[in-house]
């Protein structure tokens, strides 16, 4: 597949792993099977313990997010990769994963690929509310701050009854998780300009693509559940955005 990038900042590095030489290549699983998914919830979900990795329904594009640790929406894949699933089942020697995952896919997917700078969109997320404050769903804790307990920092999602997400939590605003998370939801970068600070109790209530046609009201869509129920903006704007460019990836032979 041909790309162009004309009059774009372009900035390249090669990630073609097979082609380096054994003594600078990333460690790799010991034994590996890669077989492909039968369908079933279209949701990958790992587990990575001493010696083992398992992985079930895994994207071949969540495994090149996984392995380079960039969020899918930053990678520029052929179209297959998103809904072809494996399962996959690895030993594994000590050590970080992702360079283990980046072997597997040289090896067995045959992936390479660069880095490049390409013009995007980029959300500032911002106070809604005119008087800095924050909505009925985001509410400063003050519990947290001198003695924390086993109830915050902790969050986590579920589906409700009439069929929306519901992202429930008490976390500190340091914490990138609900910046994100909430990214990953919209499907490009946050940048925080909301000065935040301190414990905040969490809830945000939402439709997605797959969730909007069982439910039984008209919920809000991500972006307008989090000005309603957050007091918070997301601007869009264009900028430079580095992407993970997929010049080559194969389904690999199963084993």
């Known amino acids: 597949m041909r790309k162009s990038v004309a009059g774009v900042l372009f900035v390249a590095t090669t990630l073609h792993l097979s082609a380096q030489s054994s003594t600078s290549q990333p460690a790799g699983f010991d034994a590996v099977s890669i077989k492909p998914s039968k369908p079933r919830l279209g949701l990958a979900t790992t587990r990575s313990v001493p010696g083992r990795f398992v992985a079930s329904e895994m994207g071949v594009l969540e495994l090149i997010a996984r392995a380079f640790e960039v969020p899918g929406y930053r990678i520029i894949a052929p179209g297959w990769t998103k809904d072809t699933r494996f399962d996959i089942e690895a030993t594994r020697p000590p050590g970080p994963l992702a360079p283990m995952l980046q072997r597997l896919l040289a090896d067995r997917f045959m992936f390479s690929g660069h880095r490049e700078q390409r013009e995007g969109t980029v959300y500032r997320l911002t106070m809604a509310n005119r008087d800095g404050k924050p909505g009925p769903s985001l509410r400063q804790m003050n519990e947290c701050v001198n003695l924390p307990n086993q109830a915050c920092g902790s969050y986590g999602t579920e589906l409700s009854d009439h069929g ?80 993970l460019v997929v010049d080559r990836v194969e389904k690999p032979a199963p084993n």
């Open 164 to 243: 929306t997400v519901v992202l429930t939590g008490r976390l500190q605003w340091s914490d990138p998780f609900l910046v994100r998370f909430i990214s990953d939801g919209v499907g490009a970068p946050i940048r925080d300009e909301t000065g935040l600070r301190g414990w905040f109790a969490i809830r945000l209530e939402w439709a997605t693509t797959l969730t909007a046609a069982s439910a039984a009201l008209a919920p809000p869509s991500l972006a307008d559940a989090v000005k309603e129920q957050l007091g918070l903006k997301l601007e869009g704007a264009r900028e430079p955005v580095e992407y």
